[in-house]
């Protein structure tokens, strides 16, 4: 079962950040957070993951509280193509993938 | 970065046949994968985890009769919908994780199927 919770939909200019939050209260110690975000009718694709540290790749930032029990993915320059269902997951490496609803993110010209 | 590929990308069956989805890793192997299933404007549900050489091992409430998985090798799943009838139409998609990566899952990008 999905242990995090997100905000259902957010929109966002294009050409600012966006900021997706993710509560995940009761991760444990060993669990990551992985966020994947999947356009219409394609399958999800990975964005970035991380475990205490805060993480930032070629597409994205994340930002992990000090207790862990939330998260912020930042896409720092919204583009139209961002437009997308964000997925935060948290998960034990090597096990299975439980989706939650995700964030439906719109970014707006 | 790994790549996994899935096949067809779209199918259209009659009721009472039964189709089957193929899941490949191309350049990495996957003594696992999981089959998901996803409804018109719903998230992604796990139906199974495919394990190479053994039995897949099911989600709560999805029917192994119904949905039969075979990963025969390390680089192979597949998943047959077996009597198909209009409910099972729907996005199914596969997913697998190379473990000499260090990040998570790569998705197939899916398929649709379409039981008339």
């Known amino acids: 079962d999905a242990k995090t919770t997100q905000p259902p939909s957010m929109d966002c200019a294009e050409g600012r950040a966006a900021n997706l939050p993710c509560n995940h209260s009761?991760?444990?110690?060993?669990?990551?957070v992985y966020w994947y975000r999947q356009i219409h009718s394609q399958g999800p694709q990975y964005i970035i993951h991380g475990l205490k540290n805060n993480e930032t790749n070629e597409m994205a930032s994340l930002i992990i509280t000090e207790d862990r029990k939330s998260s912020t993915l930042i896409l720092p320059h919204a583009t139209l193509r961002d437009t997308a269902v964000y997925y935060c997951?948290?998960?034990?490496?090597?096990?299975?993938?439980?989706f939650g609803t995700g964030t439906s993110l719109t970014v707006i010209p | 970065g790994a790549v996994v590929s899935q096949h067809p990308s779209w199918v259209i069956c009659k009721s009472g046949t039964s189709v089957k989805i193929e899941c490949r890793s191309l350049d990495f192997q996957a003594t696992t994968m999981f089959w998901y299933r996803q409804f018109p404007k719903q998230s992604l549900m796990l139906m199974a985890t495919?394990?190479?050489?053994?039995?897949?091992?099911?989600e709560q409430g999805v029917e192994k009769d119904k949905f039969l998985i075979n990963h025969a090798s390390l680089t192979l799943s597949t998943l047959t919908v077996t009597s198909a009838h209009p409910e099972d139409s729907s996005f199914y998609i596969c997913s697998a994780r190379d473990q000499q990566a260090n990040y998570g899952y790569t998705f197939g990008s899916g398929t649709r199927l379409t039981v008339v």
């Open positions: 997951i948290v998960i034990l490496t090597g096990n299975q993938f439980y």
């Open positions: 009761t991760i444990s110690g060993n669990e990551y």
């Open positions: 495919s394990n190479e050489g053994s039995k897949a091992t099911y």
